[in-house]
C-alpha cells in the first residue's frame, strides 16, 4: 500500500505540527528528506521519490532544537524558507473572509447557504481565539448545526464566546 510520501511523489506534502513529531521519527524523515527515498514497511527495497514539503507548527522549532526536544539537523533541512502567519487575534481583520470560506465550504458539503448577523460577527471579532483558525472552524460548525434558520446568530455561537467577550 501506498504511503504518504509515496502518494505525494511529484507533488507537495504537508506536514502538520511537525514540531510534536517525536524524536525517533525524526530521524526517518530526515533520512525521507536527504536520501530522496522511501522505503514500504515490510519491504527490502527503497524508491527514489521527488516531494515538496511544506510543515506547520505551533511551536518555536528554534527554541525546541536548543532544548533537545527536536534534532538540529532536521530543523536546517526543513527551515529552508520560514513563513510566520501570526495567530488570529492578531489579524482579526481575517475572521469574517474567514467565515465567509467557511459558510462556502458547508455549502459545498451539501449544506444550506447561511448568513452572520452583526452581532455574532462583532462576538466573533471580540473573541481572541486561543484555538486559532481550528477554533474558528469548529464555532462555524457548532453554529451551523445549532441554526434553525439560514443566519447564524449570537446565541448559536459556543459558550466560549459568551464567557470571554471581551478577550483581544
Not at 492578531?90 to 459558510?103: G, Q
Amino acid at each position: 500500500k501506498k504511503g504518504l510520501f509515496e502518494s505525494a511523489d511529484g507533488g507537495t506534502i504537508f506536514l502538520d505540527e511537525i514540531g510534536e513529531l517525536p524524536f525517533s521519527l525524526q530521524v526517518k524523515l530526515l533520512r525521507v528528506l536527504q536520501e530522496h527515498e522511501i522505503r514500504r514497511i515490510g519491504d527490502s527495497r527503497t524508491k527514489k521519490i521527488d516531494v515538496r514539503v511544506l510543515a506547520a507548527t505551533s511551536k518555536d522549532l528554534s527554541e525546541e532544537v536548543k532544548k533537545g526536544n527536536f534534532r538540529d539537523d532536521l530543523f536546517y533541512r526543513i527551515n529552508v524558507v520560514p513563513m510566520h502567519l501570526p495567530p488570529l487575534r492578531e489579524r482579526k481583520s481575517d475572521i469574517p473572509l474567514l467565515v465567509e470560506h467557511l459558510f462556502e465550504t458547508s455549502t459545498a458539503e451539501g449544506h444550506e447557504h447561511f448568513g452572520i448577523s452583526k452581532a455574532a460577527l462583532d462576538m466573533m471579532m471580540a473573541y481572541s481565539w486561543p484555538g486559532n483558525v481550528r477554533e474558528l472552524q469548529s464555532a462555524i460548525r457548532f453554529a451551523l448545526v445549532k441554526s434553525k434558520g439560514k443566519m447564524i446568530h449570537p446565541e448559536h455561537l459556543p459558550q466560549e464566546l459568551w464567557d470571554h467577550p471581551k478577550k483581544s
